[in-house]
């Protein structure tokens, strides 16, 4: 299971809604929480474990990247097409 997620803010848009620009968010899906800390790893005790816990991390973070800008531009698209259809009816 990721660690990490992309938020969309327009999950729930839908055709005839008000129009708005997409935008993404990056949450934490799990956690550990350490008195007033939240911590996004195991206990760490070797430069092993920490070098392979962040390589994980970076190769995660970098596949989230891309799919925040994939759902940025979907969700743009899906909103223009909406206006675009709006503003096709309304010179019929």
Do not use: Y
């Amino acid at each position: 299971m990721s660690r990490f997620f992309v938020w969309r803010e327009l999950s729930d848009w839908k055709a005839g809604d008000l129009p708005m620009s997409a935008a993404v968010a990056v949450g934490i899906a799990e956690h550990f929480q350490v008195r007033d800390a939240m911590l996004i790893s195991s206990k760490l005790m070797t430069d092993g474990e920490v070098d392979h816990e962040i390589d994980r991390m970076i190769v995660e973070l970098e596949k989230l990247r891309k799919d925040a800008k994939r759902a940025i531009h979907a969700d743009n698209g899906k909103v223009s097409a909406d206006v675009s259809s709006r503003s096709d009816d309304s010179t019929l």
